[in-house]
């Protein structure tokens, strides 16, 4: 894989710890996309082992917040080098022995990873070293060489998340717990602290214009948001039940 900077390191463990890892540092102040993180995640875990057992470790424990659908098309858009470690990194949540078990949200996404072509270690630290990279050739479990990859440790690490209760005072992962990790909740979490329409929310979740304003017009009926005509436009903005429903103080 290509090198990964400190900069794209440091922007991962700053998403991670708004959503509940308790890596040290500042979170994201802005909201975090979770699907989108999970393949960025995938894209720079050869560099970064904390990291990435980490990212396991949550996915293992709150793979309920995962829109597996979406998780599924970015995967299918992403390199042939992501969906490997990303097949390794859901594999890692569900089969470890600390891990989920069962997670039906990462079933499709699975099934479109493939094994690289040319095994190689996890991380670039052992593939760097000849002797630590046969060792890993030699020692790695079943579950990374199935994604062509060395690796002898499956172990997760729950201490290093916080509890359900903390996360759902993030407000993009409270519109997950409301509506389901869904286009709904994406609409949300885009319309957290401005005014916006359906034209520009289905750029930023990556939907088309049509499954998001359906997912607009279904909001508006439940009451969660606002649409407000002006001039040629429709803004949209949360209604007072989502600002206390997700815990915004203000607009």
């Given at each position: 894989?290509e090198?990964?900077s400190?900069?794209?390191?440091?922007?991962?463990?700053a998403?991670?710890?708004?959503i509940?890892?308790?890596f040290?540092?500042?979170a994201?102040?802005?909201?975090?996309?979770?699907?989108n993180?999970?393949?960025?995640?995938?894209?720079a875990a050869s560099a970064?082992?904390r990291l990435?057992v980490c990212a396991?470790s949550?996915?293992?424990?709150?793979h309920?917040?995962v829109d597996g659908r979406?998780?599924?098309?970015l995967?299918?858009a992403?390199?042939a080098t992501?969906?490997?470690?990303?097949g390794?990194l859901?594999s890692?949540?569900?089969e470890s022995?600390?891990?989920?078990?069962?997670a039906p949200?990462?079933e499709?996404?699975l099934s479109h990873?493939r094994?690289?072509?040319k095994?190689?270690?996890?991380?670039?630290?052992?593939?760097?070293?000849p002797?630590?990279r046969?060792?890993?050739?030699?020692?790695t479990?079943?579950?990374f060489?199935?994604?062509g990859l060395?690796?002898d440790?499956?172990?997760?690490?729950?201490?290093?998340?916080q509890p359900?209760?903390t996360?759902l005072?993030?407000?993009?992962?409270r519109a997950r717990?409301l509506?389901?990790?869904s286009i709904e909740?994406?609409c949300?979490?885009?319309?957290l602290?401005?005014?916006?329409?359906?034209?520009?929310l289905?750029?930023e979740?990556n939907a088309?214009?049509a499954?998001?304003?359906?997912?607009?017009?279904?909001?508006i009926?439940r009451?969660?948001?606002?649409r407000?005509?002006?001039?040629?436009?429709?803004?949209?903005?949360?209604?007072?039940?989502s600002l206390l429903a997700?815990?915004?103080t203000?607009?």
């Amino acid at each position: 894989m290509e090198s990964t900077s400190e900069a794209t390191l440091t922007s991962l463990y700053a998403d991670w710890r708004r959503i509940g890892v308790a890596f040290t540092g500042k979170a994201s102040p802005g909201p975090v996309d979770v699907e989108n993180l999970i393949l960025r995640t995938a894209a720079a875990a050869s560099a970064d082992e904390r990291l990435t057992v980490c990212a396991a470790s949550w996915l293992a424990v709150f793979h309920d917040f995962v829109d597996g659908r979406r998780l599924s098309e970015l995967a299918r858009a992403s390199t042939a080098t992501v969906r490997a470690y990303l097949g390794a990194l859901l594999s890692l949540a569900v089969e470890s022995p600390d891990g989920a078990r069962r997670a039906p949200q990462f079933e499709t996404t699975l099934s479109h990873c493939r094994p690289l072509r040319k095994s190689r270690a996890f991380y670039v630290s052992a593939e760097q070293l000849p002797a630590y990279r046969d060792w890993m050739r030699t020692h790695t479990l079943p579950l990374f060489s199935r994604w062509g990859l060395w690796h002898d440790d499956m172990t997760l690490k729950r201490n290093s998340l916080q509890p359900l209760d903390t996360l759902l005072q993030v407000p993009e992962l409270r519109a997950r717990a409301l509506c389901g990790p869904s286009i709904e909740a994406a609409c949300l979490a885009q319309t957290l602290h401005r005014v916006t329409n359906a034209r520009l929310l289905s750029r930023e979740i990556n939907a088309t214009y049509a499954a998001t304003h359906a997912a607009v017009q279904r909001l508006i009926g439940r009451g969660l948001l606002q649409r407000e005509r002006k001039g040629v436009r429709q803004e949209l903005r949360l209604s007072p039940l989502s600002l206390l429903a997700l815990g915004i103080t203000s607009p």
